[in-house]
């Protein structure tokens, strides 16, 4: 079975553009979730997304948005991009929602977003 | 509230020798704990994690963790280390029934092994 995949791998930007990153989860999993990874502020989370509903936010501005189609494949949008920004944004699957029988995560090689 | 706090940002051992990742907790409410590796360039990878079972959990490659209530702690032990050990391992609690699957990750902690 393919693994949670991410595109695309490596993504440079500069400051004020908006970018789109793609996940596509596990095939059966309906639950996505996003983490941003930074070295000073390590892995936060960022939402979480079931049968294309939000289910739960992290504490990001606004600029932060994401969906969930049909299929369970979910999308992340930064607009105005800040030089801050500049992470490797993880994506995560799960078959259920929640913490439903041990509802174990797995995680997709991300993104690696350079904002100049 | 949930935090983990991983009480070493980077540890070094041989090739051979035991290791020792500590990880202490803070939960409100029961908490289900994971340890995660991650390797350059790559996703975070499931060693192993605790539920509400054993407190003593054994993960994929000769790793284990127990679970002390009483201390609020959730180590990560492995007898020998071998070279392709060397990663970032985060600890990370999640509260054990939820609506939510959020995850709170530890700051991380680099291991070094050392030929």
């Known amino acids: 079975k393919a693994g949670v995949t991410q595109t695309p791998r490596y993504l440079i930007k500069t400051r004020g553009q908006q970018v789109t990153l793609s996940c596509s989860p596990i095939?059966?999993?309906?639950?996505v979730s996003w983490y941003q990874q930074t070295p000073g502020q390590g892995l936060q989370f960022l939402f979480e997304?079931?049968?294309?509903?939000?289910?739960n936010k992290g504490n990001f501005p606004g600029r932060f948005s994401g969906r969930q189609f049909s299929n369970s494949r979910s999308e992340m949008n930064v607009s105005t991009l800040e030089l801050g920004d500049s992470a490797l944004y993880l994506c995560a699957s799960s078959l259920n929602r929640g913490t439903v029988n041990g509802n174990e995560q797995f995680f997709g090689p991300g993104t690696r977003l350079t904002v100049l | 509230a949930q935090s983990v706090t991983q009480l070493d940002s980077h540890v070094s051992v041989s090739e051979g020798t035991p290791v020792l990742l500590r990880c202490n907790y803070s939960?409100?409410?029961?908490?289900?704990l994971f340890w995660y590796v991650q390797h350059p360039n790559k996703g975070l990878q499931l060693l192993l994690k605790?539920?509400?079972?054993?407190?003593l959990v054994k993960g994929i490659n000769g790793f284990e963790a127990e679970f002390k209530k009483s201390e609020t702690s959730f180590h990560l032990t492995k007898p020998s280390a071998h070279m392709s050990d060397a990663a970032e391992y985060f600890c990370?609690?999640?509260?054990?029934?939820?609506?939510?699957?959020?995850?709170?990750f530890g700051q991380g902690t680099t291991l070094q092994v050392k030929p």
């Open positions: 990370v609690v999640r509260r054990r029934s939820s609506n939510t699957g959020k995850l709170i």
């Open positions: 605790y539920t509400s079972a054993a407190t």
């Open positions: 095939s059966g999993h309906r639950s």
């Open positions: 939960s409100s409410y029961s908490p289900s």
């Open positions: 997304y079931f049968s294309e509903t939000q289910r």
